[in-house]
């Protein structure tokens, strides 16, 4: 019997690791007072959004985190924690979670994980002002593009403008010759 709580308890260990490892951002909240339908409404947007939301003991996340070297998590896992874990982008675990926490008072964001090192809550906050991936990647490409567009305008400003010469040239040429 024991042995097979041990085992679970060492399973449950590896899968946290694993997601820790697969995470590209991580949020710690206490959600303690939450409803049934509140719960339910954060988890489907979090999942829509590809985070993995999940309640852990604390003595867990600890074990996990002690296991991969990540020591300065474990002063942000004290009373109830749920965890987020941002699989697919860095930024929508903290942007649902504090979108979700401006509406509802009983999900307070309590820390987060951020390349390798435990972030206080104002740093959580910062990252949940981002804008998602898309729009980086939009903003950037604009970027890129405003160079070339630029040089097509003016290159359009100066064929049009030879041409209008070109045309005066050859209107000047045909009133000489008539």
């Known amino acids: 019997m024991k042995e097979a709580l ?7 260990v590896n899968e946290i690791k694993e997601k820790i490892e697969n995470s590209q951002s991580i949020v710690f909240v206490d959600n303690k007072g939450m ?3 509140q719960v339910t409404e954060l988890r489907k947007q979090l ?11 604390n003595t867990m996340l600890k074990r996990a985190f002690d296991a991969l070297g990540y020591e300065d998590v474990k002063e942000h896992l004290v009373g ?8 697919e982008d860095a930024v929508q675990p903290a942007k649902i979670l504090f979108d979700f926490a401006k509406d509802n008072d009983r999900i307070e964001i309590k820390a987060g994980f ?8 104002a740093a959580v906050e910062t990252l949940a002002k981002l804008p998602s991936r ?13 160079p070339i567009q630029g040089l097509a ?3 359009s400003a100066n ?5 209008v010469a070109l045309d005066q040239i050859r209107e000047k040429k045909e009133q000489e010759t008539a």
Not at 6 to 12: H, V
Request: hydrophobic fraction near 50%; charged fraction near 20%; charge should be negative.
């Open 6 to 12: 041990l085992q679970q308890k060492i399973d449950l």
């Open 35 to 37: 409803t049934v339908e």
């Open 47 to 57: 999942r829509e959004n590809g985070v993995d939301y999940k309640v852990y003991k």
């Open 80 to 87: 109830p924690s749920a965890v987020a874990f941002g699989l």
């Open 114 to 121: 951020l390349d390798g090192k435990a972030v206080d809550v």
């Open 134 to 146: 898309e729009v980086l990647i939009a903003q950037l490409l604009g970027g890129l593009n405003a």
């Open 153 to 155: 305008t003016v290159l």
């Open 159 to 163: 064929i049009k403008g030879l041409a």
